[in-house]
């Protein structure tokens, strides 16, 4: 077993050098560069000797492999460079929007699994009666209908019905708890209950699969109370593929969710991203996108960690 | 035989009564409170000599203070007054300029301003240090040179006269800054915030919110009125409708949709005042001059004759930030075509049935026939861009023109227009003062915004004649032949409506007057809150 | 990320099916199923008025008429006008083509191509397996919206790039699950004495590996499904999505339907009932297929 996390652990570098490697061509392929767009502005014209300067300041003038090379060397060293929008150190530009991405990745995790477990529990017992599919249809619906509408109508009912609008700026959890709070719990729930769905719906296949086992027959026919079993023996089998779905939803989480925080004004990753691409400021984007991939990477790593010792009877190549 | 002196009588005495009357809504500003607003997008340096975004002159505009800036009780946004400058005077030839500066001024550290500081901006706007750039400095090629002969006294020598000099020195973006400080560092300015503003800086938290407070020793006393301010970034305009509905933010400086205003008006009622101008910015077509069929200009004249303008103004008002018919110059401004005049250039006329016959008669003679299909590439914004775009793929349709729109992302919508890479595209002109001088030059045929590519040397030398002409009555005619050879004659471009500017706000913000220019009038000095 | 039973239990059930037949097995599905009947009929529903577009729509979708712009549904226009005068109900009978368009092509391509490289990635093994499987993790763990972004902006808002853009995100993910599937066959006994016996590759792939990675792939296309048509909205919502003047449902929701959300509800609430309604019938739909082809198999 230790030579296979081993084998897994190095194998995520040459993932994390694809992810640099594609990126960084990905996005020097889309037309308009950074300079020309910050200087352009609205007239949409500037003095050809004010770009060239200006490229020459940033390194856009160097040629391609010259300009990876030089980031690449400074990533191992974890130094990602500064923004070509605004000269500032990347750390600088992500660090805020990090935090309120994470934590608003991690209430939403939260959510989901607080509404997947007792739901698909529930549906699985109760399977193929009006309670399983009240369950799948709600559970479902929820995967169904565009964020960004579910958030719009959020708001609406807010302001239209409650005359209340959640906190514009993010403070920090440790600074004050409860505005953070007031601000969160919204997008919270919206992209909580997405996100429940696909748990959900693991949840009841994954107990499902399990009450059908031998071993669990056998317990019934003993007579133990049904809560018992439940909580020993099903449940914990139960577990694995619950627990990847919700890592790896929450690995995608981390990479920002990029309409609902338009929607919700939340000065998060997603709009970074979003703000990233429009500037072609390739620095910050690769930063941005290494984090994120690096985010999956970590996390699918430490899920096979995770199987592996949890489950001896599962064989890998 | 009395009613003759009766009459003037009866004048003088309405006249005398109607003076006597207090004038409406001058109410005595009141001191206090922090104004909050929302600004739709974030400086990604500190320096304006080197920026061309607004989102750099909404939060920061009030820590610093020019030489002369735009009055801000003045609608258009178009009258000069002294800012730094106390008073100027002119010599006879019109080549030399000087400005009194006011005493009494102080930087934010405490250190004195005096003419010194702004010869060494001006220097830096003019001919800037190596490694640093100045964006305006092809605006003031007339310059000759710029001196601070004491502390007091400012000179500025032109190379020629130029009529609109008074009002390119109010440039929003000609900060002034410290010369002990420039002189050290030029780049000090790029990532530090230190002016003789009404507002001193206090922080900028990126991606959230910029806050500046008041300067007890700003020159001007008894300003600024507020006690401070807070600036909010969100990109988002559902948000920000929110944020002043939900009166978390008291005002947006850009400008709001028609339909945005009117869901505020009717949730708000009274709370809310409505401020609305004509925007110093337009969406023109550009059509490629070397690609056929747009070589021939009885194609761009079919083109300009099938849009109805007025019929568009009208329902486009209701959806997006359009509103005015207009030509070369913002309607309302003092060079701008009065409407009859306007009329008489192709595709202002009001029978637009005759119009739309004499485009297809045009189209036919140049040979396109009836069908013809072309690519219209449009840009990425959603006001007003996309819905003009659909507009005018439906007037185009109506001379039976095949018209498909490709909208092209905003970041990759100027290196598309600078390669040529279109043959009929939406352009657009912004301006922060409203000036033929400063609006007029992408026209000239060699200018870099000259995206059609059209050689005309009646108009470079309408335009470098109507810069020189200091009678104002010989520029507007000179103006309007410009006009006219430029959208009639060979229909180099079309205008399609002039943008309109929307500020709904907080009824409680007072002071500050809308102009055609989201650049001016953000020094927040004469703002205050009614409660 | 994948846990599989045993391929047998699968292989049984295959067996079973096709000794049933599928006449049998749909009336079967529908009856012990009717979530996923009711989803399969919305989809049908879809189809259908997708087809007949022309006939059914009163107006054209794409014309303006300010002289209607903004008015409530009425006798005239049943589901009301846009902010261009263009009704409502049309352009959602439309936009169902384009839904349509870009669900089916963007998940089909996206699931098929990803199911050739998951069966080749198993089958080969190896070098093949290694360098694909990489190849793969880059393309996953790659922020979807980023590469949508990315692809959109360098090759343009037509409705092929916009099939491309979504399609592939949705490779990596369905080449990673029927290979699992496929990586149980490869060990099965028979493939190798297939092998000896002298068959070619391709006709152990196509007649051994194949048919039983049906099951996987065709829940992955159902799942995608749904999803292309979210991704779509989202695009489109974004900017970076179809253009106007096509009519898209994730298009009509953005710009003059947000700001008119009260003043004219109409032009919002129905293209996202539309979305939710049909994302949310080729997802009950998908539920039940996985139910069907095999409760206890558990695919990602």
């Known amino acids: ?317 | 035989m009395r009613r003759p002196i009766l009459v003037p009588i009866v004048l003088v005495v309405a006249l005398l009564l109607a003076s006597a009357l207090p004038a409406p809504a001058q109410d005595k500003p009141r001191s206090g409170g922090e104004l909050v607003f929302v600004v739709p997008s974030e400086p990604p340096g500190y320096d304006a000599h080197q920026e061309e975004t607004f989102g750099l002159i909404h939060p920061m505009a009030p820590h610093y203070s020019t030489l002369l800036r735009v009055d801000p009780f003045d609608k258009t946004g178009t009258k000069p007054v002294g800012d730094l400058a106390e008073s100027w005077t002119i010599s006879k030839d019109q080549l030399t300029y000087t400005f009194k500066i006011r005493k009494g001024v102080k930087f934010h550290d405490g250190s004195e301003l005096t003419a010194k500081d702004v010869k060494a901006s001006y220097d830096k706007i003019l001919n800037p240090p190596a490694g640093v750039k100045s964006l305006r400095k092809v605006a003031y090629t007339a310059i000759a040179s710029v001196d601070a002969p004491d502390a007091g006294a400012f000179v500025i020598k032109l190379k020629y006269p130029e009529a609109s000099m008074l009002l390119n020195l109010a440039s929003p973006w000609n900060w002034i800054y410290k010369a002990d400080i420039l002189a050290k560092d030029p780049h000090w300015y790029e990532k530090n915030v230190m002016g003789t503003g009404a507002f001193k800086f206090v922080e900028h938290v990126k991606g959230s919110h910029w806050v500046g407070k008041k300067n007890p020793d700003y020159w001007d006393k008894g300003k600024p009125y507020l006690d401070g301010y807070r600036a909010i970034f969100i990109s988002n305009s559902a948000a920000q409708v929110a944020a002043v509905r939900g009166e978390r933010a008291m005002i947006q400086f850009r400008s709001f949709s028609p339909p945005e205003r009117d869901s505020l008006v009717q949730a708000l009622g009274p709370k809310i005042a409505v401020q609305e101008s004509a925007w110093d910015c337009a969406n023109l077509v550009a059509m490629h001059h070397e690609k056929k069929p747009f070589d021939d200009k009885r194609v761009r004249r079919a083109l300009t004759l099938a849009l109805d303008r007025y019929a568009g103004s009208q329902a486009l008002s209701k959806i997006t930030l359009v509103k005015d018919v207009a030509g070369i110059q913002v309607p309302g401004t003092p060079y701008a075509t009065p409407p009859a005049e306007l009329e008489k250039l192709a595709g202002y006329g009001h029978d637009i049935a005759k119009n739309r016959a004499e485009a297809k008669r045009l189209l036919k003679e140049a040979g396109v026939p009836d069908g013809f299909a072309f690519t219209f590439k449009n840009r990425g914004i959603p006001h007003p861009y996309e819905p003009l775009g659909i507009w005018l793929i439906d007037q185009w349709r109506q001379i039976g023109l095949n018209v498909k729109m490709e909208v092209i992302e905003a970041s990759a919508y100027h290196p598309m227009l600078k390669r040529g890479d279109f043959e009929v595209a939406m352009d657009f002109q912004c301006g922060f003062i409203v000036e033929p001088d400063l609006d007029l030059p992408r026209f000239v045929s060699n200018s870099d915004a000259n995206f059609g590519r059209h050689k005309d040397t009646v108009i470079d030398d309408l335009f470098s004649r109507q810069g020189r002409a200091t009678d104002p009555d010989e520029r507007k005619k000179i103006l309007r032949q410009f006009e006219k050879r430029l959208l009639d004659e060979e229909v180099h471009v079309m205008y399609t409506l002039q943008w309109h500017r929307v500020v709904p706000h907080l009824a409680k913000v007072k002071g500050w007057t809308i102009t055609p220019s989201h650049y001016l009038n953000n020094q927040l000095d004469t703002v205050w809150l009614s409660e | ?300």
């Open chain 3, 1 to 300: 990320m994948a846990l599989n039973p045993p391929l047998d239990r699968a292989l049984d059930l295959e067996v079973a099916r096709a000794a049933g037949g599928w006449g049998e097995a749909m009336r079967d599905f529908c009856l012990r199923r009717p979530l996923g009947a009711a989803g399969a009929a919305i989809i049908a529903l879809m189809l259908v008025v997708a087809v007949l577009a022309p006939l059914i729509s009163r107006y054209d979708p794409v014309i303006n008429d300010f002289g209607a712009m903004l008015a409530a549904p009425s006798r005239a226009h049943w589901l009301g006008t846009d902010a261009f005068g263009r009704d409502v109900l049309s352009r959602l009978i439309y936009g169902s083509r384009t839904a349509l368009l870009v669900g089916f092509g963007a998940s089909v391509l996206g699931a098929t191509l990803g199911a050739v490289l998951g069966v080749a990635s198993a089958y080969f093994g190896g070098r093949v397996d290694l360098y694909l499987q990489r190849v793969m993790d880059i393309f996953l763990s790659f922020p979807l919206i980023i590469l949508a972004l990315a692809l959109v902006a360098i090759l343009g808002n037509s409705i092929p790039n916009l099939i491309m853009a979504i399609m592939i995100p949705m490779i990596p993910r369905s080449a990673l699950v029927i290979r699992s599937s496929a990586l149980a066959i490869r060990e099965m006994p028979y493939v190798d004495a297939a092998r000896a016996a002298g068959f070619g590759h391709g006709r152990i792939i196509l007649r051994h590996m194949l048919p039983n990675v049906m099951a996987p792939y065709l829940i992955m296309l159902t799942a995608f499904l749904g999803q292309a048509i979210l991704l779509e909205s989202s695009l489109s919502f974004l900017g970076l999505g179809v253009q106007e003047p096509i009519a898209a449902w994730g298009l009509m929701l953005r710009g003059a339907a947000v700001e008119f959300a009260e003043a004219a509800p109409w032009m919002a609430v129905f293209p996202g009932l539309a979305i939710s309604l049909s994302v949310f019938a080729f997802n009950l739909f998908g539920d039940s297929l996985r139910d069907a082809l095999d409760p206890r198999l558990r695919t990602q």
């Open chain 1, 1 to 317: 077993m230790h030579k296979y996390l081993v084998k897994r652990f190095l194998l995520m570098l040459p993932t994390l050098f694809g992810v640099a490697l594609v990126t960084f061509l990905l996005i020097r392929v889309i037309p308009g560069d950074v300079v020309e767009l910050r200087y352009a502005g609205d007239r949409g014209a500037v003095a050809q000797e004010i770009l060239d300067q200006e490229r020459a300041r940033i390194g856009l003038d160097k040629p391609v492999w010259h300009q990876f090379l030089a980031w690449i060397t400074g990533v191992a060293r974890l130094d990602f460079g500064t923004s070509m929008w605004t000269g500032a150190p990347i750390w600088d530009e992500i660090k805020l929007r990090f935090t309120l991405s994470l934590q608003l990745a991690v209430m939403a995790t939260l959510v989901a699994v607080a509404l997947a477990i007792p739901l698909g529990v529930l549906a699985a017992l109760k399977q193929d009666t009006w309670i399983d599919y009240a369950v799948r249809i709600f559970s479902i619906a929820g995967l169904s209908m565009p964020s960004f509408w579910l958030g719009i109508v959020m708001i609406l009912v807010m302001l239209v019905a409650f005359k209340w609008l959640p906190p514009m700026v993010y403070t920090p959890f440790w600074v004050n708890p409860v505005q953070n709070l007031a601000q969160l719990i919204w997008p919270a729930l919206a992209v909580g209950y997405r996100y429940s769905a696909v748990a959900t719906r693991m949840t009841r296949s994954a107990m499902l699969e399990v009450l059908r086992e031998d071993y669990i027959r056998t317990a019934r026919a003993k007579g133990l109370m049904q809560k018992l079993i439940l909580s020993r023996h099903a449940l914990k089998n139960a577990m694995l593929p619950v627990l990847t779905v919700v890592a790896l939803e929450f690995a995608f989480l981390i990479g920002g969710l990029v309409v609902t925080e338009q929607v919700f004004n939340l000065n998060g990753i997603g709009l970074l991203f979003v703000q990233a691409v429009a500037h072609r400021d390739y620095t910050l984007l690769q930063a941005l996108v290494m984090l994120v991939a690096g985010a999956f990477i970590i996390v699918n790593f430490l899920m096979d960690i995770a199987y592996a010792w949890l489950d001896p009877r599962i064989k890998y190549r």
